[in-house]
């Protein structure tokens, strides 16, 4: 009985020691995004969700690719982004008295930005404004499969300004 208590006392523990160090093998975020006036951007609307639940789901579908993006920065590189306008690409109008949004290539998507890049002692290496826009978002895509994922268009908007203007700095 005893001999029983101690395994799985021995188990218990050594599980809690994997999950712990799990914790810690993780890569911290390299991206901080600040979604700022939020009620006041563009076009940050579902035809299917609330719009609290709309712009949650953005806001951390968005910054976790920022923060996937960001594992090419070297080791203790920070980059903090403060955004202050989005535009999803396409127009929501009614059909059949339904909304539903429309992609045409005039509707590209864009976001305002302003943004700081910190090298591992804290120090500014980088500081603008920013106002990417997604102009070409439509060529080429019609044989991607990634077109079908959530905000597809705006996470390749962003992968493209981050390669151009953060990456190309190393």
Do not use: C
């Not at 890569?27 to 709309?54: C, G, H, I, M």
């Not at 804290?122 to 077109?147: D, M, N, P, T, Y």
């Amino acid at each position: 009985m005893k001999l029983t208590k101690v395994v799985v006392i021995a188990a218990i523990a050594g599980a809690a020691f994997s999950f712990s160090s799990l914790a810690f093998s993780a890569q911290p975020n390299k991206v901080e995004v600040n979604w700022s006036n939020a009620e006041k951007y563009r076009d940050l609307r579902s035809t299917t969700e609330t719009k609290r639940n709309f712009q949650q789901r953005f806001f951390k579908e968005i910054s976790a690719y920022l923060n996937e993006l960001s594992q090419s920065l070297p080791q203790g590189y920070q980059l903090n982004m403060d955004v202050t306008q989005v535009d999803l690409a396409g127009r929501i109008t009614f059909v059949r008295g339904q909304q539903v949004r429309i992609i045409k290539d005039i509707d590209y998507p864009n976001m305002a930005f302003s943004y700081q890049l910190k090298n591992p002692n804290g120090q500014i290496i980088a500081e603008h404004q920013a106002q990417v826009k997604g102009k070409a978002f439509l060529a080429g895509s019609q044989h991607q499969s990634h077109r079908m994922k959530p905000f597809a268009y705006e996470k390749q908007m962003l992968e493209d300004w981050f390669d151009k203007e953060i990456v190309s700095k190393f």
